[in-house]
């Protein structure tokens, strides 16, 4: 019980001093654990992005501007590195 109280009052301290709880649930994907489509696919969804089907990529938008790009099969090399730092910067 106590435990909820003082998550719930971290909440509101912090939606009081001007964060929104989005921000508090970015994506957190971590390299090479997180080189999975779905994964990517499902961080590619928060926080005001979105994501469309391209013919051999998914395209991700935030505010109407593509972002990045996500392969269908991805693979553990630096492309998915700089894709996962995209999104925890901006998802």
Do not use: W
């Not at 009081?16 to 961080?43: E, H, I, W």
């Not at 391209?54 to 593509?66: P, Q, R």
């Amino acid at each position: 019980m106590k435990h909820a109280l003082k998550a719930t009052v971290a909440a509101c301290m912090l939606m009081a001093a001007g964060f929104s709880m989005t921000s508090v649930q970015a994506a957190n994907l971590s390299y090479p654990n997180d080189c999975k489509s779905q994964k990517l696919r499902k961080a590619a969804s928060k926080n005001g992005c979105s994501v469309v089907s391209g013919s051999d990529h998914l395209k991700v938008f935030k505010d109407g501007k593509m972002i990045t790009t996500i392969p269908h099969s991805v693979k553990q090399n630096n492309t998915c590195r700089s894709i996962i730092r995209i999104l925890n910067k901006e998802c």
